[in-house]
């Protein structure tokens, strides 16, 4: 998890995509110490603006600290997010039932992870860790320079069972390995790598083989996520074109840092080929999801606001065309996934927190 701290606003920018977990396959209770933050299932309609018709009987799910990056299970039955408490520490990975229920940490506790999935078709998930390289929190960057992220190369992809055990390391290389999703037939975890210089995105076999690498453009590709049927890849990037901006990028990159002041949603087939830019709009654009029916992904942007500290949700066809707002919470709104029919949403959201800056999860009905 990356907390992108703006004037007046600190927002969890993470990456995520698609998953499925086989409809009879539940975590078990992890007996690993408390997390210091609540869970739960409670409505909060009164959180919702006037202007958000797409959604109906919103609750909250998550109480204090950082929640965001929540995925659901085959079944809908149950969420994998990544959470930091209020006091402090490095973001976790945990699973829950879709009302709050039954919280799980499902990752070692040390280090920092991400980009938590439920693996299809068996009782396993995914996540990124830098637990290997340290039990502690990495540095955070180094903010000198700028607005910047850190992309650790002590990130690597992790497989393990519903419990956090039986861990299987899926990467291996020099370099950052991380951000990794699943297509819903389970066939190809998607990820995003520098282990050939730059930060492409990837995809290989669940137990880390057959590794085909999708793109090669200068700049940052990354936070991929696959259509429900497989066929196509929705994703952000960074192509600097000017000298002064690669060199920027790739001075930044020496150390592990990038600048994601502007990021666009392209799509493009499995495969790699046929990439296309479906937004141009100088914002920060981010966590896109594939609607159900493959013509339109839903993401988060700053476009909405000149001063580029409000992040919103917005819908647009695959083609580029039919922008729609869906959030106006006057705060950030990000991280959206559907449930595998399309008629719930969950996402991550500053909105009626109780100590400035928190962000939480919340669920609600998807009305067309």
Known sequence: MR??????????????????????????????????FETGSVPVAGLVDEQESHLANL??????????????????EWIIFQATPRDGGCDQQYS????????????TGSGRTTCGYF??????????????????????????????WAVYSSFDVFSADLTGGNMVRLTDTEGYDAEATLSRDGEWVVFTSTRDGDLDIYKMRPDGSDVVRLTDTVGYDGGPFFSADGTK????????????????????????LIRPSQLD??????????????????AANFGPYFFPSGDRVIFASNMGDPQGREFDLWA???????????????????????????????????????LPHETNLFIADWVE
Not at 96 to 107: A, N, P, Y
Not at 121 to 148: F, M, N, W
């Open 3 to 36: 907390s992108a701290e703006r004037p007046g606003l600190t927002v969890t920018l993470l990456i995520a995509g698609l998953v499925g977990c086989a409809p009879a396959e539940t975590p078990e209770a992890s007996a690993r110490p408390d997390p210091g």
């Open 59 to 76: 609750r909250q799910l998550t109480f204090g600290g950082q929640n965001a990056e929540a995925y659901f299970s085959g079944d809908d």
């Open 96 to 107: 829950m039932r879709t009302d709050g229920s039954e919280l799980s940490l499902v990752s």
């Open 119 to 148: 693996v299809p078709g068996t009782k396993r998930l995914i996540y990124s860790s830098t637990h290997l390289t340290s039990e502690a929190c990495p540095a955070e960057p180094d903010r000198s320079q700028g607005y910047v």
């Open 233 to 256: 890849i929705v994703y952000r990037a960074y192509h600097p074109t000017s000298e002064a901006d690669i060199a920027d990028y790739q001075g930044l990159l020496e150390q592990s």
């Open 265 to 282: 949603i392209w799509v493009m087939n499995a495969d790699g080929s046929g990439k296309r830019r479906i937004t141009d709009n100088s």
């Open 316 to 354: 647009l066809g695959t083609d580029g065309d039919n922008l729609e707002q869906i959030t106006f919470s006057g705060d950030f709104d990000g991280f959206p996934m559907f449930n595998s029919d399309g008629t719930q949403l969950i996402f991550a959201s500053n909105r009626g927190n109780e």
